[in-house]
């Protein structure tokens, strides 16, 4: 197994669909490579119990993705990120057990790429999960090869990781950006952040005693009342 074939992969990837941002819509990815994305549970009785039996997560067939979504968000998302990876590997039929290594390769690189789990200085697998909406199992393993890739490169990055970083920079936030957001009040975008609203109106919407208590599971109620005080509904 190439593993510079697999990363130039994903670059190659992430170029094609414009990728600037984790966790990926790997739907999106896969309907930019001319597939349909369809669930078990939207298949008929006879339909679902053959794609139970043919895989409990996901496969392709023809020009269409079947997914199991009765999985866990994380697998699910590992699922078809895998299923991406064949079909941008162009991996043939039948597929062989090095096709199936190779795709799990390529869908760990795909979702947490190990440069960039630098760049949002991961400390372990558990916040590798919550940043690239991942599930642990995967999450372990990215960050322990994160772990080796960092030991490497912390000497020389390689022209293919130096490519990567290039791709993701962004000139506004003059550094490598990981997650593009929008926040939650006025929609400017914010970089690199988990918070759900920018500094302005932060402070605009939690300076006085009554929104400061509030969570921020209330959002979403703030952001309707504040269409309905000024009119925009």
Not at 54 to 71: E, H, I, R
Not at 145 to 152: A, F, L
Not at 165 to 171: A, E, G, P, V
Request: hydrophobic share 35%; with cysteine.
């Amino acid at each position: 197994m190439d593993y510079n074939i697999i990363k130039l992969t994903t670059l190659e990837v992430f170029q094609k669909c414009n990728i600037k941002s984790f966790p990926i819509d790997c739907t999106e990815v896969l309907e930019a490579y001319g597939m349909k994305v369809e669930p078990y549970s939207a298949q008929k009785p006879k339909k679902y119990e053959k794609c139970m039996s043919f895989s409990k997560d996901a496969f392709t067939l023809k020009k269409t993705v079947y997914y199991n979504d009765a999985q866990l968000p994380g697998r699910i998302y590992f699922s078809l990120a895998h299923e991406i990876a064949h079909i941008a590997l162009k991996h043939s039929e039948p597929r062989t057990p090095m096709h199936e290594k190779e795709a799990d390769t390529f869908a760990s690189y795909f979702i947490a790429p190990r440069i960039a789990i630098h760049y949002a200085a991961c400390k372990n697998y558990v916040h590798v999960a919550k940043l690239f909406d991942i599930s642990y199992e995967a999450a372990h393993y990215a960050f322990n090869d994160y772990r080796r890739w960092h030991r490497k490169s912390i000497h020389s990055m390689d022209a293919l990781d130096k490519t990567i970083y290039n791709h993701f920079y962004n000139k506004e936030y003059n550094g490598f950006v990981y997650r593009i957001a929008n926040c939650h009040f006025c929609g400017q975008e914010l970089y690199n952040t988990e918070e759900p609203h920018c500094k302005k109106c932060e402070k605009l919407f939690h300076s006085s005693n009554h929104y400061s208590s509030y969570s921020v599971h209330n959002d979403d109620f703030l952001i309707a009342e504040a269409n309905w005080l000024y009119g925009e509904q």
